[in-house]
Nanobody
Framework: HVQLVESGGGSVRTGGSLTLYCAASRFFPCMGWFRQAPGMEREGVASIAGDGSTDYADSVKDRFTISRDNAKNTLYLQMNSLKPEDTAMYYC????????????????????WGQGTQVTVS
């Protein structure tokens, strides 16, 4: 059974910080964060493998940090220096059997998705 539940979204001022959480039903070898703004395609933000190796979209490098706690089956996204263009619905996703590909995450690589949590920066 695959289940992902995001939380932690909200409204924040430009330059502020926010942490997103994703509770998974169990350990999965690759997990990631995606976001989708109104009228835009869903884009990959960051991914993390079971060994802790990470990849980021260029737009969030040096501002966002993805991490995971395998003992708690929880994924995190620490977002700093937030900009209005970071406003979007953020989704947690996973690859059920394979580890992450060595590049910024692509939507087509992930098969399971959470319901999303809204982040608004103004």
């Amino acid at each position: 059974h695959v289940q992902l539940v995001e939380s932690g979204g909200g409204s924040v001022r430009t330059g502020g910080s926010l942490t997103l959480y994703c509770a998974a039903s169990r350990f999965f070898p690759c997990m990631g964060w995606f976001r989708q703004a109104p009228g835009m395609e869903r884009e990959g933000v960051a991914s993390i493998a079971g060994d802790g190796s990470t990849d980021y979209a260029d737009s969030v490098k040096d501002r966002f940090t993805i991490s995971r706690d395998n003992a708690k089956n929880t994924l995190y996204l620490q977002m700093n220096s937030l900009k209005p263009e970071d406003t979007a619905m953020y989704y947690c996703a996973l690859r059920r059997w394979e580890t992450c590909l060595p590049r910024a995450p692509h939507q087509a690589d992930f098969g399971y998705w959470g319901q999303g949590t809204q982040v608004t920066v103004s």
